[in-house]
């Protein structure tokens, strides 16, 4: 294996490590949520869990992230199955809803923090000039990547889009007769999603977003 080859495996692995736990607990969050909210769905299925056998979807987990690290994005998203939810046996009748639809990208704004701790500690503050050490190096990038790739799935998230979070949350807060007629476009919104990746707006809309983001934390 040449140079070339193992730079881009070591740069998969760096993004790769970040991203199953960011769209594994960010799905675990909704039925950790609803389950507390009455919905015992999640639980029962066996889908209230960490093990991510139980959430790794063919196209979202692997094709999707993997074509964005072979374009060389500067970021990657993905998504996980999503955790089934009985939305009918939630307390709280749409504010149950609201917390749930909230709880992935919270889950992911946490995993933001932590990640962003991490490569503060690793890089010893200082972004611009990273570690000699190359074990600290990498753990820098690695946590840097966390935070990339947990802010991307945080603000996608939230676009109003069902079945997107944002989507859920939106129809949450319409009249019924309105979120009625507006949640009729989750059977098309991952076709919608793909279509922004396609045809490059993904990139343009949060390829400015990542960069605001991290100049204002002073990292290059």
């Known amino acids: 294996m040449t140079a070339s080859h193992l730079h881009l495996v070591l740069q998969i692995l ?8 960011a769209i594994i607990v960010h799905e675990y969050a909704h039925g950790w949520v ?7 769905t999640a639980r029962v299925m066996g889908r209230l869990s960490l093990n991510p056998l139980r959430h790794i979807d063919p196209v979202g987990t692997v094709i999707v ?27 709280r009748g749409r504010l149950g809803v609201l917390l749930v639809a909230l709880a992935g990208p919270v889950a992911n704004l946490l995993m933001l923090l932590l990640w962003l701790a991490l490569a503060w500690f690793a890089a010893a503050g200082d972004f611009v000039h990273m570690p000699a050490n190359p074990v600290r190096a990498i753990v820098a990038q690695l946590a840097l990547a966390g935070v990339a790739i947990n802010l991307v799935l945080m603000l996608l998230n939230l676009m109003p889009i069902p079945p997107l979070d944002g989507g859920r949350v939106l129809g949450a807060l319409l009249p019924p007769s309105l979120s009625r007629v507006y949640m009729k476009l989750e059977r098309v919104g991952i076709l919608i999603i793909l279509l922004l990746v396609a045809t490059g707006l993904f990139a343009r809309i949060f390829g400015p977003a990542l960069d605001f983001f991290f100049s204002r934390l002073g990292i290059s």
């Not at 760096?14 to 736990?21: D, Q, R």
């Not at 609803?34 to 015992?40: H, K, M, N, T, Y």
């Not at 990657?76 to 009918?88: E, H, L």
């Open 14 to 21: 760096i993004w790769l490590v970040p991203c199953l736990p």
């Open 34 to 40: 609803a389950s507390r909210l009455g919905d015992p």
């Open 65 to 91: 992230p993997g074509l964005m690290l072979l374009a060389q994005l500067p970021f990657v998203f993905g998504w996980a199955k999503p955790v089934p939810v009985d939305f009918r046996l939630l307390r």
